[in-house]
């Protein structure tokens, strides 16, 4: 039997956004998927348009950030497989139902990551992230290098606790693997795209508080010593190498735009694996 799929999308006045990102929940083929959409309380334009969405399930309460309110939605949720996807974010088309034969055909994994494509606001591609395995050793000293976007999960993992921290405003998703592999944890990858990001303007990353949190998330006990970074970053970048990280690529999305949020729109652009830079458009 196919495995059915719950998506999480914590929201807070992003109603342009979200609506891209449930569309691309929402014409996603051959699954069974369900949309929570938990929101802090922004109002009854949200709660209109929401009853309009087959696929989606509102939720408008306060919350005390991002990760509990992605939380609250994975305790309500009833799919076997999990993600959460946020209003800046998009499923590519037929991502799920790549996501729901990779769990079929490794019931062993438990955390599947995938590749996924950096986009401006008009949603021009920037940048290809091509996924590998993270590990014990490179989050000690480095970023986090999947996407939550192109993260799933089992729900078993929400039955025995996994939940994310909501100690932490930005590196939540860095210590929620963090943990996940201290606990033993087995983690695939599925070197496909399967989903978008798109630099908004706004994004919780580029803000002030994500560069305090990048290394003050690591308990105090796990903090290694700093001279390893560099054999760290050495061992990194030629695991990506041979994963074919670093080569350029001519990409073709069909996305949802803000002029054009009824229907997949095509675009195609060649791009590298760089970070784009702050404020890029």
């Known amino acids: 039997m196919a495995p059915k799929f719950s998506i999480i999308t ?9 609506r891209l990102a449930a569309a691309s929940v929402a014409d996603q083929e051959g699954v069974d998927v369900e949309h929570i959409v938990q929101d802090a309380g922004t109002g009854s334009e949200l709660e209109a348009w929401a009853v309009q969405q087959p696929r989606l399930k509102l939720y408008v309460e306060k919350d005390s950030g991002m990760y509990d309110a992605v939380n609250r939605g994975l305790r309500r949720a009833a799919g076997d497989i999990l993600a959460y996807l946020n209003c800046d974010e998009q499923y590519l ?19 599947l990551f995938g590749d996924a494509i950096l986009v401006n606001a008009e949603g021009v591609p920037l940048s290809y992230r091509r996924v590998t395995l993270p590990s014990l050793v490179h989050l000690r000293l480095a970023d986090l290098n999947t996407l939550t976007c192109a993260t799933f ?3 078993r993992l929400v039955d025995a606790g996994h939940l994310f921290p909501i100690h932490l405003k930005i590196a939540g998703d860095q210590y929620w693997v963090f943990q ?6 087995k983690m695939g990858v599925l070197q496909k795209p399967l989903s978008i990001f798109a630099f908004t303007g706004s994004n919780l990353s580029h803000t002030a508080g994500a560069g305090d949190e990048r290394f003050g998330w690591l308990p105090g006990e796990e903090k290694p010593s700093r001279w390893l970074r560099p054999l760290v970053v050495v061992w990194h970048r030629l695991r990506k190498f041979v994963a074919g990280a670093y ?5 073709t999305l069909k996305i949802y735009t803000r002029d054009q949020f009824d229907r997949r729109r095509k675009i195609s652009s060649r791009v590298g694996f760089r970070w784009p830079k702050k404020g890029a458009t």
């Not at 914590?10 to 979200?18: E, M, N, R, V």
């Open 10 to 18: 914590p929201s807070l006045g992003q109603l342009d956004w979200l």
């Open 93 to 111: 088309s037929g991502a799920l139902s790549e996501v729901a034969n990779y769990f079929t055909t490794h019931p062993e994994i438990d955390v």
């Open 153 to 155: 999960f089992r729900h």
């Open 180 to 185: 996940l592999l201290k606990s033993g944890i």
């Open 247 to 251: 080569r350029w690529r001519t990409v």
